[in-house]
């Protein structure tokens, strides 16, 4: 059974964001993508343009001091142009920690991802954590 092009984006996606290789990231959306965080945090809001979305994830590993790791559980795929990934996110910021469920709701169009719609196990636990 070979897996959905659209799904193999997005696991070269999560390759990408846990190595750090932005360059890969940025070459997998378009210019004009939304990665939209909920939430109250300061890292939450939407993120549009490629440059934003990047510097969103170089935030993260900024903030977390490195140690933050996304294990990947699954990828899904409508056949439209859709994906949902869902992961379990692990950070230390300071003295707190967190471990997560996680899932992204991506839209693709012509082989690049658009727009990411974020959604936390935990609103309040995640909100508390990027405080």
Known sequence: MSEHPN???VRRAYEAFGKGDME???SLMTADVIHHVPGSSPLSGHHKGREAVLDLYRRLGEETNGTLRIDLDRVLADGRGHVMSFHLMRADRGDRGIEIHEGLFFTIVGGK???IDECV???DESDA???
């Open 7 to 9: 799904c193999a984006l």
């Open 24 to 26: 890969t990231m940025g």
């Open 113 to 115: 991802i658009t727009d």
């Open 121 to 123: 196990e935990d609103l």
């Open 129 to 131: 954590f990027w405080a």
